[in-house]
């Protein structure tokens, strides 16, 4: 635990000597919160956002995009750089359990979306006075399993050989899940194809997740079991598809 | 020197073989090495050595042969090992804006109570550097900093890869001293080198690789003199006729040209001519013995070529 402790802290000190990382990961979900509740507000409207406030719907997606900017582009492209420069290799070699490494760089990515969630949420409540959620256990439980999804999928993306590739995947990932998913344009206004493809993402599931505990809507249990398939095909092909070299 | 202790051997290596697609890297190679011993691999680029070692620190997993390192498979019981060793390795890297004292705070985490991290940053020459990110380091200072992170552990056994590459004269030496210092104290030291002054200097014992095999095993000293016994003894000698050298015993030839004279032979050889010049009253100023190194044995071994492997 010591060993743990010790790695989490330093990996924490790292992230918050990337400038860029910390604004990529922090400003952009900000930017998103500012535009669309500029543009929206936070009257409801029947026709869109499942009957709701723009900023009631949109505030617990722009919690998963935190997630998903930290599990998707911060997290696999800091492994990957750890595996390009030697840093991986060096740490195999310590008496540091491998475990150590992962818990590390997850728990860094837990505290970083943390603290930018509660970002989003303040900053919405402040500006455009949402709702509250209404199961506040329900949305916590729906954020962490929203973690460990992009967690998951930001160690499946490490396995990919170059920094490049990694932020390559990364970014087109994560824009088209924000775009298709419901963090972007409502998805009523969708086309044919787009809900298709929508369909096939993650985030579209786990959005519906954190949205309904907050809205006060039943917890799905459909939604729940593709998450959680996602999570175990993510983890599965991580497991094998890591290299340390 | 070897052994020590009594407790037999602390690795143990039995027809390590591994293969990189189908050239063997490593090919059939046995040997053992005890407590408190500097034991050097020698080879050229390409030969083995690190590939042996990393087999050894259960980094690769060998394809045939038995490897037991303080006890351990290092294959299977990897973790267990790795508390008891330290390892630098030759090419691998810290994050950049990590700072000296954070990274040797940080890999002594990994096995608390043991070593005093403090005490590496001031032995290793890294004060100065405390507060300094990896990625500003010299070359020579992210060695020491890898060497100060390889004993952190307090290890039982430690692996030093291409140790003082980068490294300038007078640090190398100070290095040298702190690896004695470590051997006396009971660790067993594999030092991975091309460096032959490095492995004349330290090794207790040395493997020389080869293409993947072990073709020497030996003391420097020993392996030296297995392989020449011939000393060159020069001086000036501008107008004088020295011929008579020529019946110093030991002497085997003789050469005097542009004034300098070149006496090979072997034994007290450089003793006995120095006597025989001071009889006949000739005094050079510039007498100078030429032994041959173990950089004349090694190329002697694996011959010159720029071909590597």
Known sequence: MHALARSTSIEMKLFLREPLTVAFTMALPLLFLFVMG??????????????????DFYVPGYCALVWAAVGLLALPVHLVRYREDGVLRRLRASAAPPWTLFGAQVAVAF????????????????????????????????????????????LLLSAIPSSRGALGAGLGLFFVMMMLSGAGPPPEVLT????????????????????????????????????????AAAAVAARFAFRWE | MAGGGGTGPVICVTGLTKRYGATPAVDGVSFEIGRAEIFGLLGRNGAGKTTTVECLQ??????????????LDPGTQSAALRRRIGCQLQESALPARIKVWEALEWFASFCPGRGDWNALIGEWGLAGKRNA??????GGQRQRLFVALALVNDPEVVFLDEMTTGLDPAARHVAWDLIEAIRDRGTTVVLVTHAMDEAERLCDRLAVMDAGKIVELDTPHDLIARHTSEITVRFSAAHQDVSWLREVPGVAAMAHHDGQVEV???????????????AHGVRPADLWVDRPSLEDVFLRIVGRSLDEG
Not at chain 1, 145 to 153: D, H, R
Not at chain 2, 133 to 138: A, I, P, T, V, Y
Not at chain 2, 264 to 278: I, Y
């Open chain 1, 111 to 154: 505290l970083i979306s943390l603290a930018g969630s509660l970002m989003v949420i303040g900053l919405a409540s402040v500006v455009y006075d949402i709702h509250f959620p209404h199961s506040v256990a329900g949305f916590a439980g729906a954020w962490l399993l929203c973690g460990v999804l992009f967690c998951a999928l930001g």
């Open chain 1, 192 to 231: 044919g194809a787009m809900h298709w493809v929508r369909n096939l993402l993650p985030l579209t599931y786990m959005l519906r997740l954190l949205q309904d505990p907050w809205l006060g809507l039943a917890w799905s249990m459909a939604d729940t079991a593709v998450v959680a398939a996602f999570i």
């Open chain 2, 58 to 71: 259960g980094l690769r997993h060998a394809d045939s042969g038995e490897i037991r390192v303080l006890g």
């Open chain 2, 133 to 138: 990110h990896f990625g500003d380091l010299s």
């Open chain 1, 38 to 55: 500029g543009i929206f507000g936070n009257t409801p409207n029947p026709h869109y956002y499942r009957g709701v406030g723009a900023l």
């Open chain 2, 264 to 278: 090979t032979g072997c034994g007290p050889v450089a003793v006995d001519v120095a006597a025989a010049l001071a």
